[in-house]
């Protein structure tokens, strides 16, 4: 969608195919980061942005057993927006469409399912989609994957995919929430890992768990699952009824995975579906967003003058190809050295004397890299366009 946006503004026909009738989607990250808001304030949107119903943080806060400490402060970053905001992907993805509808080149068609590619010697020329109505086939001279970490796209390109793997899989719930509720995000004690994300008037809980453990756990009484999250947040112990079945429970299978080349004559891949990042730092969406501010600075010019070639498709991996390297090899590190170790270690955690010490030097480099990235992206002036 935003890339979509960006090239529609620059002058280029474009249309986005979405196989859904909405974007409603229930435990989608939901964090839009500094860098993103950033963005937003580039393109003139910000304020219409923040008119829209969300939360803000400008910390996350963490817990590890008794001790409680904070895990990002946005208050130092040089962003105009020095908070997260907590938004319903649905929110933000409406948000973006209707501002790309003011330009005349964007076209959004839903429920449209992409089901192949079109290739013609060797290039990538087009895609097939279905519709309620029947097939549709749209030629175009760039296809562009961005249908996230189950990509379609990059199934049917025969591009290698490396997988890095991932320990943990993610329980995702939602229980009301009340005034004078803690705001600590993360909680870390007795093998569990809990993720509290505000909502205004409900919590997204994520649970997460041992990679597979799903199965196992969905044979046993519900009561376990509300038990253990009552045993990291006491103050949700008279919410646990909200979980009726286990079917008010979603599975998010994590993956952390990357193409290693991300285009083929005519194809490029972006965000989840070039590289499936893990919900630690919830940096995914914005990673896939630098990817599109990347590609439609790199690719603009190309598309409206004809010139594309694989070499264009190549800049952009290679303009990208830093930040998901450090940014996937610090979320596996993290997964295991803090998050299995945890998960595997039903005892009350003992945090070490040195942790404060620790939280406070690094806090500044921390919160860059989860609000920022370790490269960040800006929006270039659109070379042609026009409103509506």
């Not at 938004?87 to 209707?98: G, I, V």
């Not at 899989?169 to 229980?175: G, H, N």
Request: hydrophobic share 45%; charged share 25%; net charge positive.
């Amino acid at each position: 969608m935003m890339l979509g946006f960006l090239l529609a503004r620059a002058g280029i026909d474009v249309i986005v195919l979405e196989k859904h009738g909405d974007f409603l989607r229930d435990f989608r990250g939901d964090t839009v980061h500094p860098s993103t808001l950033q963005l937003m304030y580039e393109l003139g949107l910000l304020a219409d942005f923040l008119k829209r119903p969300h939360q803000e943080l400008s910390q996350l806060r963490a817990q590890v057993g008794s001790k409680e400490f904070v895990a990002a402060d946005f208050s130092t970053l040089p962003t105009k927006c020095k908070f997260i905001t907590l938004m319903p992907q649905w929110d933000f993805l409406n948000f973006l469409a209707e501002h790309a509808r003011r330009y005349p080149a964007f076209h959004l068609r839903m429920e449209a399912e992409v089901s192949g590619l079109m290739e013609d010697s060797g290039r990538i020329v087009g895609v097939k989609a279905r519709m309620p109505a029947g097939e549709l086939e749209v030629h175009a001279d760039l296809v562009v994957g961005a249908d996230g970490r189950s990509s379609v796209v990059r199934d049917r390109s025969g591009l290698q995919v490396d997988d890095l793997g991932a320990p943990m899989d993610v329980l995702w719930m939602q229980l009301s929430r009340r005034p004078g509720d803690p705001s600590t995000v993360l909680r870390f004690d007795r093998g569990k890992l809990l993720v509290m994300l505000d909502r205004g008037d409900y919590w997204q809980v994520g649970l997460v768990i041992r990679k597979g453990g799903a199965e196992q756990m969905r044979q046993k009484d519900i009561e376990l699952l509300r038990a253990g999250i009552v045993e990291l947040a006491p103050f949700l112990r008279d919410r646990g009824g909200e979980l009726r079945t286990w079917d008010d429970v979603k599975l998010l299978t994590v993956k952390v995975d990357r193409l290693r080349q991300w285009w083929r004559p005519g194809l490029l891949c972006i965000g989840d579906a070039a590289h499936a990042m893990s919900p630690i730092g919830g940096v995914g969406i914005n990673l896939a967003i630098q990817d599109a501010v990347a590609a439609a600075n790199l690719l603009a010019g190309p598309l409206k003058n004809g010139t594309l070639t694989p070499d264009h498709l190549s800049a952009v991996q290679r303009r990208r190809t830093l930040p998901t390297r450090l940014t996937q090899g610090l979320q596996v590190t993290i997964q295991n050295n803090v998050i299995a170790p945890v998960l595997a270690n039903p005892k009350p955690l003992q945090p070490p004397w040195f942790l404060a010490i620790l939280e406070w030097v690094t806090r500044r480099i921390r919160s860059r890299i989860i609000g920022i990235g370790f490269r960040a992206e800006h929006v270039q002036p659109p070379e042609v366009g026009g409103l509506r």
